[in-house]
C-alpha cells in the first residue's frame, strides 16, 4: 500500500521501495521522509491537524494512519539519531508549503 501525504495538495507519496539505493545516495536534508501524526500527544495533534485543515475530532484510529512528509516542516524540527531523520517531539507543521520565492519587495 502506497501512503500519501495528509498534507491537502501535497502530491508527495511514500514510496515502499525507497529504502533501495538510489534514494540513500540523496543528501539526508533532500531525503523525503514520512512522519506519523503524535497520536499520543493531544495537544500537538491538534495542531497538527489544523496544519492539515482536518477535524481535530477525527478517530484516533483514523488518525493513526496518516502521516506528513518532511516538506511541511522547517529544518530545525529535525534531529539526525543513527543516521536516521527523526522529528523532535516540539514539531508542528508549516500551515503552508515552502516554497523557493522570494517575498515581495516593498522596502524598494
Ligand atoms: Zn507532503
Redo the contacts with the bound molecule.
Keep these: 500500500m502506497v501512503r500519501k ?1 495528509a ?1 491537502p495538495g ?1 502530491p ?1 507519496r511514500e514510496k515502499l521501495t525507497s529504502k533501495r539505493k538510489g534514494a540513500l545516495t540523496l543528501p539526508q536534508n533532500e531525503r523525503l521522509t514520512f512522519h506519523r501524526f503524535p497520536s499520543n500527544d493531544r495537544e500537538r495533534l491538534n495542531l497538527w491537524l489544523l496544519a492539515v485543515q482536518r477535524d481535530v475530532n477525527l478517530p484516533i484510529n483514523f488518525v493513526k494512519h496518516m502521516k ?2 518532511s ?2 516542516f522547517s529544518p530545525d524540527d529535525f534531529k539526525s539519531v543513527q543516521q536516521k531523520r527523526l522529528l523532535k517531539s516540539t514539531a508542528v507543521p508549516n500551515l503552508f508549503i515552502q516554497t523557493n520565492k522570494v517575498r515581495g519587495s516593498s522596502m524598494w
Design positions: 501525504c498534507f501535497c508527495n506528513l512528509c516538506e511541511h
